[in-house]
């Protein structure tokens, strides 16, 4: 039996964890968190009896504290309550489900206390890679990837030795908006950027595809989860999600992990790694498929990927201002107070007037992002 705690239970990746869960019947839930979802909170609490739940806010804690009175889970809150969920003794793995930034410190936390990380939430390492892959050494701890193209990666990678990497080959849908113009964009709704070809997803994850800022971020992410260096990064367009991302190794082979697009693969892989279990599903059906087609991403049109690059390029400080700045932009344009193209240039105007800070500890990457917000505010008027 192993056990898990899960940040941001309520979500894409939080919800598909417990599907996991319940279909292999072996794993204890000890902990669940929601930012303010306590109706669902509170069926998984009736569903999986774990010993506590988050809320980040305290009214909603004090009213999922008397939905579930007749229940021994202890409700917690704030940043308070998910850094104890983090921490808990008796949690093996914390599944980092959790949307934005806010995951940083709950990581650490679960880092220092001896959790194993199975890690969705990328604003973590991207901002704080070379905080977080040192300390897991030290703490010998496994980040076990859950983005699907990550762990396409680490599963393409098991058995082989990272020094023999030439290329990382992450794929990517292209999102919503594939194959229109900059002129096309202009007037795109919140509704139009929703709408996912392949993957139903979070709010902000969906937006992050359709601006392609969403492979920036996995280009950092993989950067930092296998210590290649950026050059050895290409990203590759393919359209239908098939294949999840590739491996070209020093000999010139190339390996890649494909399957219909399910996260449950890797969500359960990272939970049971390095065990595979049986999977229910769509399988491909290669007598349908005739073929797999391949294409460049079009950077010009598509800025969130050249964007993000720059930022790694630049280091430091500067990754955390790429996605404070992207944080607080889609949370704008959801909110329909800003144009989608604005987006780009909401991220390109914070990281032109950021003076890169060089290695910041924990302490200085949240008064950056504090800082990126507050520039945003005084020069954007909504
Ligand atoms: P989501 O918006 O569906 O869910 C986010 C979860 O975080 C919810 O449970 C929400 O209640 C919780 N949360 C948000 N703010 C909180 C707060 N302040 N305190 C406590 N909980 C809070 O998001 P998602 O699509 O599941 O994505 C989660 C993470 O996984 C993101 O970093 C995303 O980039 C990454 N990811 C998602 C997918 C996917 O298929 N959805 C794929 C790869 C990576
Ligand atoms: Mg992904």
Redesign the pocket.
Known sequence: MKTIAI????????TQTLDVVRANGDIQVCAV?????IRMLESQIREFHPKLA???EESYARELKDRVADTPTKIVWGMDG?LELAAMPESEILVT????M??IQPTIAAIKAGKDIAL????TLVTAGHLIMPLAEKYKVRILP???EHSAIFQCLHGEESKTIEKLLITASGGPFRGRTREELKSVTVEDALKHPN?S?????TI?SATMV?KGLEVMEARWLFGVDLDQIQVVVQPKSIIHSMVEFQDGAVMAQLGTPD?KLPIQYALYYPQRRFLAGDRLDFSALTQIEFANPDQETFRGLPMAIEAAKAGGSMPTVFNAANERAVALFLARKIHFLDIYDIIAGAMEQHKVVQAPDLAKILEVEAGTYEWIESRWHF
Do not use: C, H
Request: no cysteine; hydrophobic share 45%; net charge negative.
């Open positions: 940040l941001g239970s309520t979500g894409s990746i939080g968190s929601a930012g303010s979802n988050a809320v980040w998910l489900a959790i949307v934005g806010i995951g969705a939430n990328k604003e859950v983005d699907s993957w997803m979070g709010s902000k994850i992050d969403n996260m």
